[in-house]
C-alpha cells in the first residue's frame, strides 16, 4: 500500500496491469501531511509556545494517524491522468 502511495503505480495481482493513484487521492493525501505543518504546528509552536518534546511527541502520533488514513483516500485508476 505504501509502495503504491509513493511511486504512484503498482501492477494488480488479478489483472496483472498498472494501477495508478487518481489526481484527487494525490490532491488530499497531500493536504493531509501538509495542512498540520502549516497551520496547527506553527500556531503550536508560536501563540501556545509549546515546547518541542511535545510537539515531536504531537507529530509522531499525528504521522502515525495519518498513514492509517491513507488507504482510506487512495482512490485507483487504470489510466495515468496528469492532472
Do not use: D
Request: glycine share 2%; proline share 4%; with cysteine.
Amino acid at each position: 500500500m505504501f509502495r503504491l502511495y509513493f511511486k504512484g503505480k503498482q501492477e494488480c495481482r488479478n489483472c496483472h496491469t498498472l494501477q495508478h493513484a487518481t489526481y484527487q487521492s494525490n490532491f488530499w493525501s497531500s493536504m493531509l501531511f501538509l495542512i498540520p505543518f502549516v497551520l496547527v504546528f506553527n500556531y503550536l509552536l508560536i501563540y501556545m509556545e509549546v515546547g518541542w518534546p511535545l510537539l515531536i511527541l504531537f507529530f509522531i502520533a499525528y504521522v502515525l494517524i495519518a498513514y492509517l488514513l491513507i488507504p482510506f483516500l487512495l482512490r485507483l485508476s487504470n489510466t495515468k491522468h496528469r492532472f
